[in-house]
Structure formats: structure tokens, C-alpha cells
């Protein structure tokens, strides 16, 4: 009996059978993105039609690194320009909190103070430093950022990353971790940029969510972003789970530090610093080691003794064996050192800075204001360290720079640091929330910081509503300037504009709320401060009438008429431009011009003030002048 011959199918056929899902897929993923389902997680997004010329940080992008929260971290509003013009120079900074510069505003983190020194040094250029400082990421958000960041053209990256390695959002020990292979972490963060991938995640958390319940909504009240992010609670030095963990930031740093290379963009990674007196949150056994705690004990005996040296290395040892892993072990910063000498990566000691200035050598409280975040002096100087190694690397815009002494340098940002006593209360309620909670106090326990807190004046109620989120920060200092403005304060509302201009210097408005408040108050010097920073964005008829009528004020007459003028040619209805025009023209010689303007200025309004005697005046001065 003779079998039949199966006949193989063409080969068409298999890629046909393979195609037909494939092509459904897309079909899928085009029709969720026809439909605007889910969320955009491009790192950089127009965010204001106002502003259509620059990219900020998208405030969508956290959501792709935290899924168990509800409330992830935000990102800072940045912008820079789409297009990089040749007199720009742009930096980008990564990392966590402490970049972000929890628990301040955003002026008090350190890329700001890089910013506002660089444009000391280069007024006239357009000076770009973007913090991309995320409380809670760690390498892997980090290395999923570096390429679109490459894209944007930088000419320096700034990097101080590795406290949250274990328990930042895709971390070994995170409550956001989705596994401990950083293939696997990598596959699923790519996709995760198709709206596929969300409508998946989505339908799993849903009904995860309808099986056990909304786990984060019935967490007890006095919890923190910090605790929620506790995933594996214990993570005892040298176990599996801590070896993992230094992997991690290790492999991580050299893909984010080859690309950046391959780039040929120019890279500062800092070394990490902590608050050595902070006492260890979890004091385990480990074999061949004493506990955690007991080490801590030492080292504040030591200290006590005057054994210094003895005492910092017992400090970083119970630091080392805190089973809690918020503060990076010392081998964090080993690996940083080792992937410099590798890779020809300047290195800025940032650790051996803190502990340069602190009693005893020792980082504590004196430049930190809990486990790791520091103090806002603490933040200028991690800002100063990156700085001055910009400087040693000869990493500063190769444009022509004022020639201002460090020093002085130095006094002009300690002078001008826009921080107010609304950010120092701003923060202190902040830390309260963190400290009253676990893990600085046994878990579900009352905080009693928040309790004992007390509203006493005008600044601690503006403070509580900018931290309940009622208002923004920019918002509550523009209420406390406002009261200032009413109550003849000029001082402190021009402290308080002067935060909300450096939070938001492309906002032109609170320019002109500044300046023309202040030129209400008679402080002209101050205003033109305002005008001059306006003017950069914008040149209409009301910045250069002002700017030029200050600058008659001051005799400064060849300036009063160039920006009059300018004034007169983009609105000839004002009189009082015309009037204030007619002076510069006087006192710069030009009669002719100046009776020309006041008669403009009369054919507008017969009767403004002086105006008819000053053309009487000038009248008489040119009959005289020719009679001669």
C-alpha cells in the first residue's frame, strides 16, 4: 500500500501565517495612538503653545517607572530651546531626590546654582541647564533617558546617582521591581513606548487591583514615598540581594557612560554623600560582623575620644551595614572611581567636600537635613564641587567670559541665592512629613511632627497651602509678594519675585508684575533689574519705554534715547514715551528733535503735564541759539 506524499507548503505561506499577528498588533497599536489612549512617555514635550519654541520635561514621564504608585514623582519644569542656537550652552543633570533637590523649591537644587553661575560668566549667551533630578529613579531610568537627552545636542552632563539602587523604581529591592534581570527590566521599559504594552499593563492592574483590592489606597495615612517604595524591607550587607544591587548600578553606569562617550559629550559623575549620623534604620546579625547599631555606638565613642580617623571609619562602616539600603554603601562610590579609571570619566569627590567642612570631618546634620537630602547650604556647595571641576576639566562655553575673580564669583551667588523664608518653611513641613514616619519612627505610628506643627504668621499659612498642593510654589511666592507689594514692603518683595523669576525664567509676565510694581514703589534701580531680564524675551513698546525712562531718571542719556526711540517706533500713542523722548533729545543736544517729540506728545494730549512749558523752553533755546 503505497502512503501519500504530504505536500510542504511555499514558503509564502509560513510568512504569511506569522504576518497576519504581526500585523493585527499594528493595526492595534496605530489605533490606540489614533485614539490618544494612555500616556505619552516622550522625555521631552511643547508643553504651553506660549512656549512653542521649547521642549520641558514631559510630566507624563514618571508614570513609565512607577506603577504601583498613584502619585509618582514629578519632574521639573526645565525648558530648553527645540532648535540649539550657537550662542547656547546646555547641560543636562540626572538623578535623584537630592538632584531634584528635595525637600526645597526648585531653586535651592545644585543645577540651578550651576546655572545661575555660568550666567554670571556669560550674560549675553543663552545659558540652558536642565535638571531631570527625579525623586525615587535610579540607573535604569537614567540609562533610558541618555539617548533622548543625546539627541538634544548637550555639551555636558552632570550625573550624581546611586542612593536609590535598591529601592528606586525598578530596583532589587523595590516595590516597583519587575524582576532582577536587567535584559528583562530593559526589554520591558522599550516597551513600554507602545500604547500596546500600556493597554496590557493596565488590563493585569485592573484586575489584580479587583482581586486583592486597591492595596495603596488602604496604606495607613502617615506613609511616605519613601516607605512605599520599601519593597524587600532588609537587604543585609553582602547577601545576594545586595551584590545585585551593586551589579545593577555598575552595568547600568557603563552602558550610560559608553553612550555618552560615544557621543563625544563632555561627563561629570559626582560621588555620593550621606548624613554618617544618621543611626541605622535596621541593625541585623551578619556573619563575621557586628551588628549595625553597635558599630554606630563605636564610632560615637571614638569620636568622643578624639579618635577621628577611627570614628569616620566606624561611621561609614554602620552606614555600610544599615540594612535599609536608602544611603549608598561605600562601594557605590568604589565603582564610580573604578568606571573613571576605565572609562577617562572625570570624577568630582563630592563626599570628601561635605566631609572637608563638617565638625570632626565628619558629614552630619550640619550640612544635611535627614539620611542623605542636604541642606540648602549643602545643596550650593555639591553645586560649587561640580563647578569647580567644570572649571579644573575646562568643561565651561568656550565663548568669551567676564573676567570676574572666584571670589567674587562665589559672594555674588551667596548675595543673590533666591531663597526666602517661605522655601526654609516650604521645606521644614516637608521633612516633618518624612521624619514623623517610618521609617525614622515604628511603623503605623502618629505623626507627631505634623501635629505639633503651628501656623504663626502670613509665610507659615502660604507654606502649608504650596505643600497641600492647593497652590504652586511660584504661586505661593507670588501671594507672599503680592502682601509684601500692599504693605509698602519693597525689600521682601523683591526676595520673593526674585524666586519666582529664577523658578520660571521664561514666564515674561512676573517680569513685568516685578518691574512695574517696583517702578510703583519708586525703586527704578531694582525695576531695571526686571526690564533687562524682560527684554531678553520680549521687546515691545513697554519694556523699552520703561528701561529708557529709568535710564533718564539716572542720566544716563545716550541709553534713555536709544530704547525711547525704540519705544516711539513700535507705538507712537503714548505721550508720555514722547514727553520722556523730548528730555533724552534735550540733554543729548538734539533741540530739534526734541521739540519734534514734545509736539507729538502734545498732538496726543494738548494738556500733559509740562509738556507745553518744555516746548516753550525749547522754542526760546533754538530763537536764541540762532540769533547768535
Not at 519705554?545 to 500713542?573: C, Q
Request: charged share 25%; hydrophobic share 40%; with cysteine.
Amino acid at each position: 500500500m503505497n502512503k501519500e506524499v504530504k505536500k510542504k507548503a511555499p514558503i509564502w505561506f509560513y510568512l504569511v501565517m506569522v504576518s497576519i499577528p504581526l500585523i493585527l498588533i499594528l493595526m492595534v497599536e496605530i489605533g490606540l495612538r489614533v485614539f490618544d489612549y494612555g500616556k505619552d512617555y516622550s522625555p521631552f514635550i511643547t508643553i504651553d503653545e506660549n512656549y512653542s519654541e521649547f521642549y520641558f520635561p514631559n510630566p507624563e514621564l514618571t508614570f513609565k517607572y512607577f506603577k504601583n504608585i498613584k502619585n509618582p514623582p514629578s519632574v521639573i519644569y526645565d525648558g530648553f530651546k527645540k532648535i540649539k542656537e550657537e550662542d547656547t550652552y546646555r547641560v543636562f543633570v540626572l538623578g535623584g531626590s537630592s538632584t531634584a533637590g528635595w525637600p526645597y523649591g526648585f531653586n535651592v537644587p545644585f543645577p540651578r546654582y550651576i546655572k545661575r553661575r555660568l550666567e554670571l560668566l556669560y550674560p549675553d549667551k543663552n545659558i540652558e541647564v536642565v535638571n531631570l533630578g527625579i525623586t525615587a529613579v535610579n540607573t535604569y531610568t537614567i540609562s533610558d533617558l541618555v539617548p533622548d537627552i543625546l539627541e538634544q545636542n548637550p555639551d555636558l552632563i552632570l550625573i550624581y546617582a546611586g542612593h536609590n539602587e535598591f529601592y528606586g523604581a525598578l530596583g532589587v529591592g523595590s516595590n516597583e521591581s519587575i524582576g532582577k534581570s536587567r535584559a528583562v527590566i530593559k526589554l520591558v521599559l522599550w516597551l513600554r513606548n507602545f500604547k500596546l504594552t500600556q493597554l496590557v499593563e493596565n488590563i493585569i492592574s485592573s484586575s489584580a487591583k479587583l482581586v486583592a483590592g486597591d492595596s495603596e489606597g488602604g496604606q495607613a495615612q502617615n506613609e511616605t514615598l519613601m516607605s512605599k517604595m520599601i519593597g524587600e524591607k532588609a537587604i543585609p550587607y553582602g547577601s545576594e540581594t545586595y551584590q545585585l544591587g551593586l551589579e545593577q548600578f555598575e552595568y547600568n553606569m557603563q552602558d550610560i557612560i559608553e553612550e555618552i562617550k560615544s557621543a563625544n559629550v563632555n561627563l561629570i559623575i559626582g560621588t555620593l554623600t550621606s548624613n554618617l549620623k544618621q543611626k541605622p534604620f535596621i541593625s541585623e546579625s551578619i556573619q563575621g560582623e557586628e551588628k549595625a547599631n553597635k558599630v554606630y555606638q563605636d564610632a560615637e565613642q571614638s569620636e568622643e575620644a578624639g579618635k577621628l580617623n577611627e570614628a569616620k571609619e566606624k561611621y561609614y562602616k554602620a552606614k555600610d551595614l544599615d540594612a535599609l539600603r536608602f544611603r549608598a554603601s561605600s562601594e557605590i562610590n568604589k565603582i564610580i572611581f573604578d568606571l573613571a579609571g576605565r572609562y577617562g570619566i572625570a570624577i568630582t569627590d563630592i563626599d570628601s567636600a561635605f566631609n572637608s567642612i563638617s565638625p570632626n570631618g565628619i558629614t552630619g546634620y550640619n550640612l544635611m537635613t535627614d539620611h542623605l537630602h542636604p541642606s540648602a547650604e549643602g545643596y550650593q556647595l555639591i553645586g560649587k564641587t561640580f563647578f569647580d571641576k567644570m572649571i579644573s576639566e575646562n568643561y565651561l562655553p568656550k565663548f568669551e567670559k567676564k573676567n570676574i575673580s572666584i571670589a567674587e564669583q562665589e559672594k555674588y551667588m551667596e548675595d543673590t541665592f533666591p531663597f526666602t523664608p517661605l522655601d526654609s518653611v516650604i521645606a521644614d513641613i516637608r521633612l516633618r512629613k518624612l521624619l514623623g514616619a517610618y521609617p525614622f519612627v515604628p511603623k503605623g505610628s502618629e505623626n507627631i511632627l505634623i501635629k505639633n506643627l503651628r501656623i504663626t504668621n502670613k509665610v507659615d499659612s502660604i507654606a502649608v497651602e504650596v505643600y497641600n498642593q492647593k497652590i504652586t510654589y511660584s504661586e505661593g511666592h507670588r501671594a507672599l509678594a503680592k502682601h509684601y507689594y500692599e504693605t509698602g514692603d519693597a525689600d521682601n518683595f523683591i526676595k520673593e519675585m526674585n524666586a519666582v523669576v529664577n523658578d520660571q525664567p521664561l514666564a515674561s509676565q512676573f517680569y513685568v508684575l516685578a518691574g512695574e510694581s517696583l517702578i510703583n514703589m519708586n525703586r527704578y534701580d531694582e525695576a531695571l533689574i526686571y526690564l533687562q531680564r524682560l527684554i531678553r524675551l520680549e521687546r515691545n513698546a513697554w519694556v523699552t519705554k520703561w528701561i529708557g525712562s529709568i535710564y533718564l531718571n539716572k542720566k544716563n542719556y545716550s541709553e534713555a534715547e536709544k530704547y525711547l526711540k525704540e519705544s516711539v517706533s513700535l507705538d507712537r500713542s503714548d505721550p508720555q514715551t514722547l514727553y520722556n523722548l523730548a528730555g533724552a533729545y534735550f540733554y543729548t543736544g538734539k533741540i530739534d528733535e526734541a521739540i519734534a517729540a514734545t509736539k507729538a506728545c502734545l498732538a496726543l494730549n494738548n494738556n500733559y503735564a509740562g509738556a507745553r512749558q518744555f516746548l516753550s523752553g525749547l522754542t526760546a533755546l533754538k530763537s536764541r541759539s540762532g540769533n547768535r
